[in-house]
């Protein structure tokens, strides 16, 4: 049963903590991306990466950090840098020949106290 | 800055009728045009997608149409139902970046 799962669902941290987003894929793709999604808005690129050991900034990257050292593993951290953290964030993967159609994952509601 | 602009925000539809929901762009290098459908507490599901060589595209219920000359493309959805309720997104993409830019979301819900 292929698929990406993201834990955890919900997640509580205080401020000024760093925290670890897990994200796993078993689809075999090559390419893995990071969004965050606020109430009312559509989703806003984090970062992505296209290869192991590779990756590169999306449009809000500040305050967060990535590591891509398996294919199927992206997690990120957001770490007390990351003014607003409080958001619902997805993790989505797609295949190399089709950037286009990517897969998102359930997502992790992230609330900081 | 903006470079994709969704409409409506909410949609309230009765059971049967037709959903039509709007995304505006103003970048002319994208060339993959995909709607994806959202329900609540779960990530979004690629629903529909289109390429800029045709103007419409027909899946089901699901009708994109799409117009380059106006930058813009549509999503219709036909004979409604209530398991149609959820958020959906239009998100045009340019292959090479290897991003989607998503729209700000439109909140349909159909009454039973």
């Known amino acids: 049963d292929g698929g990406i799962t993201q834990s955890p669902k919900y997640l509580f941290r205080k401020e000024g903590q760093n925290v670890t987003l897990s994200c796993e894929q078993n ?7 990071w969004y965050r999604q606020d109430p009312g808005q559509g989703l806003r690129l984090i970062y992505y990466s296209q290869i192991v050991n590779d990756f590169q900034k999306g449009d809000i ?3 967060y950090s990535v590591s891509r050292e398996k294919k199927e593993s992206f997690p990120l951290t957001v770490t007390s840098a990351q003014k607003n953290p409080t958001a619902f964030y997805l993790c989505a993967s797609s295949t190399s ?4 159609e990517q897969f998102f994952g359930p997502g992790t509601r992230l609330t900081v106290l | 800055q903006q470079q994709v602009k969704q409409s409506p925000q909410s949609l309230i539809v009765q059971k049967g009728g037709i959903s039509i929901i709007n995304c505006a762009y ?6 993959y045009f995909p709607w994806y459908q959202q329900f609540p507490g779960k990530g979004p599901a690629l629903l529909i997608a289109i390429r800029p060589d045709v103007s419409e595209k027909k899946e089901g219920r699901f009708t994109i149409s799409f117009n380059k000359s106006a930058k813009q493309f549509s999503l219709h959805i036909m004979d409604s139902q209530p398991g149609d309720s959820a958020t959906y997104f239009c998100a045009p993409s ?3 970046a290897r991003q989607l830019t998503f729209g700000s979301g439109t909140q349909l819900t159909v009454l039973p």
């Open chain 1, 97 to 100: 020949q089709n950037y286009n």
């Open chain 2, 94 to 96: 340019r292959g090479s």
């Open chain 1, 27 to 33: 689809l075999n793709h090559d390419a893995m991306y």
């Open chain 2, 26 to 31: 103003e970048n002319t290098a994208f060339d």
């Open chain 1, 61 to 63: 990257a500040e305050g």
